[in-house]
């Protein structure tokens, strides 16, 4: 589908703060990126870092998308003194379904801060005329399943996403409704 979202340019509570990505945030990402992250989000060699120029360049199309009202949004998770712990994106899977993805950095996880981005998400998604949100999650990932699981999403069988070699890609389908 390829209708913008209309989400709010901030989403906070007291403690956490979601807002656009900075360039300059491209530093944090780059150090605090680990291979649990590359794994997950399909990088060529999960065992090597991207370049910084790369993570800039991947930071500037985020920040162009969202100018340009595209499809998806990408939020920056920043901890309540505004340290960068992550980041989160919605964007639509079809006509009633928007999909939510989370990342933490490591000195962040475990302590609740992508559950209360998606459950932030979630609220904002509530004007989008979706019916749902999803979150694909592979079967190891325990601690992104138990994220979902916390925001209010329940497992519902498995879906076939498309991996980056272009093979189909089991992952767990986790599945949040909105309400009308």
Avoid at 16 to 29: G, K, N, S
Wanted: hydrophobic content about 45%; charged content about 30%.
């Amino acid at each position: 589908m390829d209708a913008p979202l209309r989400l709010p340019d901030v989403l906070a509570d007291e403690t956490i703060r979601l807002d656009a990505y900075r360039v300059a945030d491209a530093e944090v990402h780059a150090a605090a990126e680990d291979r649990e992250m590359r794994l997950r989000f399909d990088a060529p060699d999960p065992d090597v870092a991207a370049p910084l120029d790369h993570v800039r360049d991947v930071m500037r199309g985020w920040i162009a998308a969202r100018a340009a009202g595209r499809p998806n949004i990408v939020y920056a998770i920043r901890e309540a003194g505004g340290a960068l712990a992550g980041g989160c994106e919605l964007r639509w899977l079809d006509s009633e379904s928007l999909n939510v993805s989370y990342w933490i950095y490591p000195a962040f996880r475990g302590s609740g801060l992508a559950a209360r981005a998606v459950a932030l998400l979630c609220e904002a998604a509530r004007g989008e005329h979706a019916r749902r949100l999803e979150a694909h999650i592979d079967a190891d990932n325990t601690g992104s399943r138990r994220t979902a699981a916390a925001a209010g999403f329940t497992e519902a069988g498995t879906v076939h996403d498309e991996g980056p070699d272009g093979a189909p890609r089991m992952r767990l389908r986790y599945v949040r409704p909105l309400p009308g």
